[in-house]
């Protein structure tokens, strides 16, 4: 099946600097990819829809300055926290969309700001 | 609206025995539907999918769901649940609008299920 990488895996970083996850979709190309946000034993929260070669579409609420994303090509998205606080603290997961309607996942980025 | 809900937040069964993880959905439109399972500190890994067709769909790990239109029902059901299926499940919806392969999801709550020996 596709697979959907996401780099790093595990970040800590201090408050006030930018964390940069990468998404890629390793098999196949992606013209669209999500960006998502999880509490711990919560449900994901969409954060945005990554587009190739235009702007990110951010859902209600999502400040679009705080989290810059990037489609520079049809495999990858990254997704840029700036000035992080503890409060950004959190699992974000990646995924692009398969041919039948399903999504693929990455494995998740587990950002701690200390 | 589109939603769904997952009325149960955890989900006790004995290991060999059937298990369900409820799901209902609100949507405009033709349905959707997805099943996503979650371990700890992993991504989502995608289960079955309910497009049009057969009501009863047959996916990974011997999962299958149930599609019920008058019910606006997609249960999640395994005939002998084993203590691997531990894990925090995920009903969704496809937003409708969109192709059918860019279209975003909504998730339920998330349903943590809890196989024991």
């Known amino acids: 099946g596709a697979v959907v990488s996401q780099h790093p895996s595990r970040v800590i970083c201090k408050s006030g600097t930018s964390v940069k996850i990468e998404c890629r979709s390793l098999d196949f190309q992606a013209t669209t990819m999500f960006w998502y946000r999880q509490f711990p034993k919560k449900s994901l929260m969409l954060m945005a829809t990554?587009?190739?070669?235009?702007?990110?579409?951010?859902e209600q609420g999502v400040e679009k300055d705080k989290f810059l994303i990037n489609h520079a090509s049809l495999t990858l998205s990254t997704l840029t926290v700036t000035s992080a606080h503890p409060e950004d603290s959190s699992f974000y997961i990646c995924s692009a969309p398969g041919l039948a309607g399903e999504q693929y996942f990455g494995p998740g980025t587990r950002l701690t700001v200390t | 609206a589109q939603s769904v809900a997952q009325p149960e937040d955890q989900v006790n069964v004995a290991e060999g025995n059937p298990l369900t993880v409820k799901c209902t959905y609100s949507v405009s439109g033709n349905p959707y539907l997805f099943w996503y399972v979650q371990y700890p500190n992993r991504g989502l890994q995608f289960l079955l999918k309910?497009?049009?067709?057969?009501?009863l769909v047959k996916g990974s790990y011997g999962f299958e769901a149930e599609f019920n239109k008058s019910q606006t029902s997609f249960h999640l059901k395994k005939p002998s649940a084993l203590v691997s299926d531990s894990a925090l499940y995920f009903c969704?919806?496809?937003?409708?609008?969109?192709?059918?392969?860019?279209?975003?999801?909504?998730f339920g709550q998330g349903t943590t299920l809890q196989v024991k020996p």
């Open positions: 990554s587009n190739e070669g235009s702007k990110a579409t951010y």
């Open positions: 309910y497009i049009t067709g057969d009501n």
């Open positions: 969704a919806v496809r937003v409708a609008g969109g192709s059918s392969n860019t279209g975003k999801l909504i």
